[in-house]
């Protein structure tokens, strides 16, 4: 999980990929946080990837490491954690967030990732998948 978030991080964006329907939505994102040993991903209530997520929880997500050639892929299913605790925990790892969530504001929605299948690939190498 350390690897998976460590790439994430570093690069910046990743693009999350939901449904609606028959419909496949994609939008970047930039929240990625580890709490209580699950990695967790932040959004608002009132936006429709909420609703999508709700109404379908297995999401992807894929993002690519320019300076390394290398790209990630995961799989996995988003489970809602309404409590307050990982909504503080997110808010401080990304304090530019502040000014438009808050722990209490009822909008500020955490999400952690369950079977998770990561799978790191490049041009060059074999792809490499990771679980958890």
């Not at 605790?85 to 955490?110: C, I, W």
């Not at 690939?121 to 958890?132: L, Q």
């Amino acid at each position: 999980m350390q690897e998976v978030y460590d790439f994430l991080k570093k690069a910046q964006t990743y693009y999350l990929a939901t449904t609606e329907g028959d419909q496949p939505r994609v939008r970047p994102f930039g929240t990625i946080d580890i709490f209580e040993g699950k990695l967790y991903i932040q959004t608002g209530r009132n936006k429709d990837v909420s609703k999508q997520i709700k109404a379908n929880p297995k999401i992807e997500i894929s993002a690519f490491d320019g300076a390394g050639g290398t790209w990630l892929r995961i799989q996995a299913k988003a489970i809602d954690d309404p409590r307050r605790e990982p909504k503080v925990h997110m808010l401080e790892a990304f304090p530019s967030l502040k000014d438009r969530y808050s722990p209490d504001d009822g909008n500020t929605q955490t999400l952690y990732l369950t079977d998770v299948v990561a799978t790191f690939a490049s041009f060059t190498g074999a792809p490499r998948v990771v679980k958890f």
